[in-house]
């Protein structure tokens, strides 16, 4: 966690805009939540182009869905989807009434990783959890410094 | 939002029982929540054969998941589904027990589309968003007839 | 319901592990809720290679999200994440950090399935359910004896 599910038709995303989307998307959720880096995934599922429909019509919605622990103020929650937007807005040129951006909540306790249930977003939990992982499996200790 | 996703596996659909599936969905949201057709997203993932398991062994599941705004009564809900149903069982051929329907909640604070976070499903807060969007886009205003 | 969802990047799973850990997924599940066989679909989602990032660069994630009826225990839950880990471990070759496990829960009244409204969790309701469909569709009663 986070999960961040870019979802699009065929053919609308080039590799170097979803280099750019999923490097940003990441840069905007660890600067707004404090996040380690190596703990977002952004995905790009693709739909088969005519699989879309939007007002009943064939269509080329684009929707943005985060999964994020749940814990986090509404500014920034807020703050993500504003700046994913204009990500978004500069990177494609979609039309800004196809840009659908969700960002819900995951209750820690529901999520594992590494085999450990996720912590509440205190920092006390938090650190705690990392110290866990890491001794399991070695890994998160530089992650921590990403931060 | 709404966004409908009818996940089957490949093969499953023709292109001509996605177009009625996809109206037909779009119509019901519509008649029984008054949102305009404009903002109803229908999206057919297609799951390659061999890759879907009932009972642990390969199988055709049918998932219909449905994310709407939070603050639908339960009737509309499940007028919602029992529709979808009978309209699944009229355009497919598809054994009853594999047809899972979902219509799930999102709260409007948590998406954000055309750039504006959504209202909730009062009529006062959808009227002003609509203004808002129609000034920033120029593309709501008509939409708002279709209701 | 429930519903599994498997999701990596193509060409990380094969066909005989997919078997593996869509029985595997299944028994676990019913081991632990005492659900039918029946109702557990497991599915596996895939993304072209390429399309998956972690920390801002190509990775190749493992995200396992099971949707299951509210009304689970928090050990029940943790049970079926425990197994599923282990269950991961042990047939994939997946680094530790690269599997997330979510279990995350959906309204009974928000989903259908085979036409009626699922029950909450509560053995009687879960009854008069399977004798409702049983008689609607007439395959739901053998199901009943495997649980």
Chains 1, 2, 3 share one sequence.
């Not at 088969?48 to 019509?57: D, F, H, S, V």
């Not at 999964?67 to 700046?83: K, L, P, Y």
């Not at 650190?127 to 998160?140: C, D, F, L, Q, T």
Request: aromatic share 6%; proline share 6%.
């Amino acid at each position: 966690m986070p999960l961040y599910e870019f979802v699009t038709t065929a053919g609308t995303l080039t590799d170097e805009q979803r280099q750019t989307l999923a490097a940003e998307i990441t840069r905007i959720h660890c600067g707004e939540t404090g996040a380690p880096f190596e703990f977002v995934h952004v995905v790009f599922p693709e739909l088969p182009k005519g699989l879309a429909y939007t007002a009943g019509r064939p269509g080329s919605p684009m929707l943005i869905r985060g999964q994020i622990r749940a814990g986090r103020s509404i500014e920034v929650r807020h703050s993500i989807m504003n700046q994913i937007y204009e990500l978004v807005r500069e990177t494609t040129n979609a039309d800004p009434m196809s840009i659908i951006i969700a960002v819900v909540d995951f209750e820690p306790s529901h999520v594992m990783e590494g085999g450990f249930i996720l912590p509440s977003t205190n920092a006390a939990d938090e650190e705690a959890w990392i110290a866990a992982v890491s001794k399991a499996h070695g890994s998160a200790a530089d992650v921590n410094n990403q931060v």
